[in-house]
């Protein structure tokens, strides 16, 4: 069983920064993509920045330049540098994990990120 605990969420005012933390639990096999989602009111869940096993990233064009993902494999813990960031950042943030040798998908209960002055 994989359990994704999140943490670094809260409010910060434009141009601000925020790090958010997700630590995994369990069987994580040596395989897998990692990230973080993000979903508005309203809005369906966009990817905001992948991680590979094989350290390959992957970033949606609206936080390239302003987010950085990265991890400690000894901690099994990946993280989400936000800077500079505005109100269309707002959103609740999800972190992902795919086994991809089992084909299976984790969801973290996700942290809110708030942006505003």
């Known amino acids: 069983q994989v359990q994704l605990v999140e943490s670094g969420g809260g409010l910060v005012q434009p141009g601000g920064s925020l790090r958010l933390s997700c630590a995994a639990s369990?069987?994580?096999?040596?395989?897998?993509?990692m990230g973080w989602y993000r979903q508005a009111p309203g809005k369906q869940r966009d990817m905001v920045a992948t991680m590979t096993s094989g350290g390959a990233t992957n970033y949606a064009d609206s936080v390239k330049g302003r987010f950085t993902i990265s991890r400690d494999n000894a901690k099994n813990t990946v993280y989400l540098q936000m800077n500079s960031l505005n109100a269309e950042d707002t959103a609740v943030y999800y972190c992902?994990?795919?086994?991809?040798?089992?084909?299976?998908?984790?969801w973290g209960q996700g942290t809110q990120v708030t942006v505003s002055s």
């Open positions: 369990g069987s994580i096999f040596s395989m897998y993509v």
């Open positions: 992902n994990l795919i086994l991809v040798q089992l084909g299976r998908r984790y």
